[in-house]
């Protein structure tokens, strides 16, 4: 079972998410509708749909089995979005993945680099895994300037990778191993210690994703 910890820098705090939050994680998310839209996560073969206890219930069955650490974000008291730490495995892989929302009216604030921050420092230093990754669609700048902050290096284009606002959607993969920070994701953000341009897509990259185009083959 992965212990949900609270985890917090300034006024940010992760703390483990509940089955009662539902019914304000509902009124956010209805309050960041067109917001959040475009970066929803939905099903292929079904229609979007509200069970956010159902979800919260799946989050915590998913901490119980091991392989995730969900959370809520919170400032100064208030739900300001989500984060979860998905697909934990460990042995010779020892790897997670994050994702992430917060509300239209706590965006630019700098919550969400602070969060992942504290969320990846958990999973080096005191879970023990390797190696963090963070997927985004090309069109989210808010979210490619999160890893840009926090120095996490870009891998890579994934094709049609996550059905995302009813179609499958490219995405820009980025990744740390834990031997990249070893004073840790928040500290060297906070001390200005992050190197320029890990994470900068390259420019076929780009052009790829804008037109939708497939990649040439390695050589």
């Given at each position: 079972?992965?212990?949900?910890?609270?985890?917090?820098?300034?006024?940010?705090?992760?703390?483990?998410?509940?089955?009662?939050?539902?019914?304000?994680?509902?009124?956010e998310?209805?309050?960041?509708?067109?917001?959040?839209?475009?970066?929803?996560?939905?099903?292929?073969?079904?229609?979007?749909?509200?069970?956010?206890?159902?979800?919260?219930?799946?989050l915590?069955?998913?901490?119980?089995?091991?392989?995730?650490?969900?959370?809520?974000?919170?400032?100064?008291?208030?739900?300001?979005?989500?984060?979860?730490?998905?697909?934990?495995t460990?042995?010779?892989?020892?790897?997670?993945?994050?994702?992430?929302w917060?509300?239209?009216?706590?965006?630019?604030?700098?919550?969400?680099?602070?969060?992942?921050?504290?969320?990846?420092?958990?999973?080096?230093?005191?879970?023990?895994?390797?190696?963090?990754?963070?997927?985004i669609?090309?069109?989210?700048?808010?979210s490619?300037?999160?890893?840009?902050?926090?120095?996490?290096?870009?891998?890579?284009?994934?094709?049609?990778?996550i059905?995302?606002?009813?179609?499958?959607?490219?995405?820009?993969?980025?990744?740390?191993?834990?031997?990249?920070?070893?004073?840790?994701?928040?500290?060297?953000?906070?001390?200005?210690?992050?190197?320029?341009?890990?994470?900068?897509?390259p420019e076929?990259?780009?052009?790829?994703?804008?037109?939708?185009?497939?990649?040439?083959?390695?050589?």
């Amino acid at each position: 079972m992965s212990i949900i910890p609270t985890l917090r820098d300034g006024a940010t705090v992760l703390r483990p998410i509940r089955v009662r939050d539902a019914r304000a994680l509902e009124a956010e998310l209805i309050d960041s509708r067109s917001w959040l839209r475009p970066w929803e996560a939905t099903h292929p073969a079904a229609p979007l749909h509200w069970d956010t206890k159902g979800s919260i219930r799946n989050l915590i069955a998913g901490a119980r089995a091991g392989t995730g650490l969900p959370f809520i974000i919170e400032t100064d008291g208030r739900l300001a979005g989500q984060l979860n730490v998905s697909g934990m495995t460990y042995g010779s892989l020892a790897s997670a993945t994050i994702g992430y929302w917060v509300g239209a009216g706590f965006a630019g604030r700098g919550l969400t680099p602070t969060a992942v921050a504290l969320a990846t420092d958990h999973v080096f230093f005191t879970v023990g895994l390797h190696r963090m990754e963070i997927c985004i669609r090309p069109e989210n700048g808010p979210s490619l300037r999160v890893v840009e902050k926090l120095g996490f290096r870009y891998e890579g284009l994934r094709r049609r990778y996550i059905h995302i606002n009813n179609d499958w959607r490219d995405h820009f993969c980025f990744a740390l191993t834990v031997e990249e920070v070893p004073q840790g994701v928040l500290r060297r953000w906070k001390t200005g210690r992050v190197p320029p341009g890990v994470a900068t897509v390259p420019e076929v990259d780009l052009i790829a994703a804008r037109r939708g185009i497939s990649l040439p083959p390695a050589r």
